[in-house]
């Protein structure tokens, strides 16, 4: 009998393969035509590195932290250090920002927030509230304004209304300080300009905004709330109640400018608008955030797709795909490591008309994610789409015939596509390779005979590490 092989992560219907895990690939919708509908396993696109922020300066490394774009330049915090790139790839830092009346510097911190009012950059990192105002070329002024309420260390900071609002600890151990600035001067607090999330002071680990709603997020709650316009504090909650989950860590949320998205501290994951929220958790997602006390979070504009991304220390990152609402993972190099990304701005480049998504690396490089490269930085992508498992009492395969794209790169030979099999579901063994066609094959065949007998379960898999193109748009399979 003809037996479509279910080939996705949440169930993606890949042409006849419904995919139990998709690494380096993407779901996507073929557009309008004779597929439309249907679903296709797309690469993830790779990262090209564009500048590396530490090189010939004789400091070491430092993952980029955070970064944001203000005046056609491109700004990142890594190192302790606030560097401006120019559209043409030429950067500098931005003079290490040191208070020169009662010297205050800036230090690494991987907590680190930065928010911008179109002219100056807020930055709080490792405690201190910074505000640095670019200038010409790569100068600008630094100042480190006191805070209200007590605050004694900064803990996030974020823009609403023409207002710095900033959290905080103070000396007496409070941990749920919420300071406003002046409108139009982010340097200028008033003395009574400050509060707390009031219904559940839990804590807070970061303020975010999200259009005009102010999110405190807390350790166990977050409040939605809003700009009253009134007062030297004009932040008030809104009257609905508070979201009953907090943030795993600093840094593990994230927005696409309507809604909010994070890792809950029970280490399950949510999106929110106003004070509603829906748990989009995945089985995989939530295994892997088990047995870890962090996650760090950003949005990332991948080809069609944007994606709301979960990076876990030393393991792929798990990638939800708003449009279509499903899970990959992401990776970067051959061995199942952590993604290399850790934050992602839109930026303008010089020649180009368009924004593209610029990638802070764990390496302190700053990458282009292209979807014609294949590899991020020099490490190559493992591509990996593993079937669901088949489960029926004695049967055997005749055929895998997986459709993909062929004949797409040059590489100097024949590109590879592997086929594994599993009678467990844990060890996979390999069955062979087929070429994926020199450049121009684009009709090129692919497919394995004879598959062997199984007693109760079957399980496939694809590989692809070599620097070619290899969306799958379905796996066809003869089992009897």
């Given amino acids: 009998m003809n037996k479509p092989l279910s080939f996705a992560t949440q169930s993606v219907q890949l042409g006849g393969w419904s995919a139990e895990r998709m690494l380096n690939y993407y779901s996507r919708v073929f557009p309008q035509g004779s597929a439309a509908g249907q679903v296709m396993a797309r690469q993830h696109a790779g990262l090209a590195a564009w500048v590396d922020l530490f090189a010939g300066t004789g400091l070491a490394s430092s993952p980029v932290r955070c970064a944001l774009e203000l005046g056609g330049d491109f700004y990142a915090f890594a190192g302790g250090i ?16 040191v208070d020169p009346v009662d010297p205050v510097t800036l230090s690494d911190d991987a907590g680190a927030t930065m928010a ?7 930055l709080v990192a490792s405690g201190v509230y910074a505000v640095i105002t670019p200038t010409g070329g790569f100068s600008a002024t630094a100042s480190f304004p006191d805070l209200p309420g007590g605050i004694t260390e900064a803990t996030s900071v974020t823009f609403l209304n023409y207002k710095m609002i900033v959290s905080g600890k103070a000396g007496t151990g409070r941990a749920d300080i919420i300071a406003v600035s002046d409108e139009l001067d982010p340097t200028t607090f008033q003395t009574a300009a400050f509060g707390s999330a009031e219904a559940d002071p839990d804590g807070l680990k970061q303020v975010l905004t999200v259009g005009d709603t ?3 997020l807390g350790n166990k ?7 009253t316009a009134s007062g030297d504090w004009p932040i008030a909650p809104y009257g609905g109640g508070i979201i009953p989950h907090g943030i795993l860590s600093k840094r593990a949320v994230a ?3 309507d809604t909010l998205y994070f890792v809950s501290s029970e280490g399950r994951v949510f999106r929110a608008r106003g004070f509603q929220s829906q748990e989009i958790s995945h089985p995989g997602v939530t295994k892997a955030l088990e047995d870890v006390n962090n996650a760090r979070c950003f949005m990332m504009f991948d080809g069609e797709e944007t994606f709301f991304v979960v990076r876990i220390p030393s393991k792929p990152a798990w990638c939800f795909g708003l449009s279509t609402q499903r899970w990959s993972e992401r990776s970067s190099g051959t061995d199942f490591q952590a993604f290399n990304a850790r934050c992602s701005e839109r930026f303008t480049l010089a020649g180009t008309s368009y924004a593209q998504t610029i990638i802070g690396g764990q390496d302190g490089v700053l990458y282009r994610l292209d979807p014609e490269v294949y590899a991020d930085g020099d490490e190559v992508l493992r591509r990996w789409a593993v079937s669901q498992p088949i489960m029926q009492r004695e049967f055997s395969v005749d055929l895998i015939q997986p459709w993909m794209s062929t004949g ?10 592997t086929l594994y099999r599993s009678k467990n579901g844990q060890e996979f063994t390999v069955v062979g390779q087929r070429s994926l066609g020199a450049i121009g094959d684009h009709d090129r ?6 598959l062997g007998h199984f007693t109760r379960r079957a399980q496939f898999a694809l590989e692809v590490t070599d620097p070619v193109r290899a969306d799958i748009y379905g796996v066809d399979m003869d089992a009897g």
């Fill in 82 to 97: 606030l560097w401006r790139v120019k559209s043409d790839g030429t950067s500098n830092s931005v003079v290490f920002p």
């Fill in 116 to 122: 911008t009012d179109g002219i100056n950059i807020a």
């Fill in 214 to 216: 102010l999110y405190a």
């Fill in 221 to 227: 709650t977050i409040e939605p709330m809003r700009d």
């Fill in 255 to 257: 927005h696409d400018g």
């Fill in 408 to 417: 797409t790169a040059d590489i100097g030979r024949d590109p590879k596509v």
């Fill in 445 to 450: 065949e692919v497919y394995w005979n004879g």
